[in-house]
């Protein structure tokens, strides 16, 4: 398919298909949030066999090792200001090239993102998970929580998956992922052609 502050409670999924009542929980884990992996997150968590990592920004001087861990592909959801400040756009478009890093430039707000911010980074990420069978894509945040977990849910549900299916995959893999409501409206309505992003 092809498309033109919450609670953190359950939230319907809009179009999963599995009829009213169908709900995911949006999980939260202990403590605060704090920038890049740690606080129990882990650095990168692998989603099943769909190719897709979702994860915290790298921390310094590791990014040139992320080829190792099997990432060709980098999608940052960091925003303009957290990237820039922080260096790793740049670092991640050294290492693996310009046309291997996609940005959503993203502010982790809790309210609806709109698709001129991270459609093209989704689009992306499906064509080259689609085109390129040794292609393995990492998309990152600051913490992996929110942003990216979003961006993994819209990638998976544009390469064919139900909402249950991304839902139930992102969540299942990426400890301490929450799929914020107002974020997954968004990438249904954008699935469904009611939101639309510049070409």
């Given at each position: 398919?092809r498309?033109?502050?919450?609670?953190?409670?359950?939230?319907?999924?809009p179009?999963s298909?599995?009829?009213?009542?169908?709900?995911?929980?949006?999980?939260?884990?202990?403590?605060?949030?704090?920038?890049?992996?740690?606080a129990?997150?882990?650095s990168?968590?692998?989603?099943?066999?769909?190719?897709?990592?979702?994860?915290?920004?790298p921390?310094?001087?590791?990014?040139?090792?992320?080829?190792?861990?099997?990432?060709t592909h980098?999608?940052?959801?960091?925003?303009?200001?957290?990237?820039?400040?922080g260096?790793d756009?740049?670092?991640?478009r050294?290492?693996?090239?310009?046309?291997?890093?996609?940005?959503a430039?993203?502010?982790?707000l809790g309210?609806?993102?709109?698709?001129?911010?991270?459609?093209?980074?989704?689009?992306?990420a499906?064509?080259?998970?689609?085109?390129?069978?040794?292609?393995?894509?990492?998309?990152?945040?600051?913490?992996?929580r929110?942003?990216?977990?979003?961006?993994?849910?819209?990638v998976?549900?544009?390469?064919?998956?139900?909402?249950?299916?991304?839902?139930?995959?992102?969540?299942?893999?990426?400890?301490?992922?929450?799929?914020?409501?107002?974020?997954?409206?968004?990438?249904e309505?954008?699935?469904?052609?009611?939101l639309?992003?510049?070409?």
């Open positions: 398919m498309p033109g502050g919450d609670d953190g409670g359950a939230v319907d999924i179009g298909g599995s009829g009213p009542g169908w709900r995911v929980r949006a999980f939260r884990a202990p403590g605060p949030v704090t920038p890049g992996p740690g129990g997150v882990a990168l968590s692998w989603i099943g066999g769909e190719r897709i990592a979702v994860g915290g920004v921390a310094a001087g590791s990014i040139a090792g992320l080829a190792s861990r099997g990432v980098v999608v940052n959801c960091r925003s303009r200001e957290e990237a820039l400040l260096g756009l740049a670092a991640e050294a290492a693996f090239g310009v046309a291997r890093v996609a940005h430039p993203m502010r982790d309210w609806g993102q709109r698709p001129r911010l991270w459609a093209r980074a989704v689009l992306f499906a064509g080259v998970l689609d085109d390129q069978l040794e292609a393995r894509v990492l998309i990152h945040c600051t913490a992996g929110r942003r990216s977990p979003m961006i993994a849910y819209a998976l549900r544009l390469r064919g998956r139900t909402a249950s299916e991304a839902a139930s995959l992102v969540l299942s893999y990426r400890t301490g992922a929450q799929l914020v409501p107002a974020y997954i409206r968004s990438v309505r954008w699935l469904a052609g009611e639309t992003a510049p070409p």
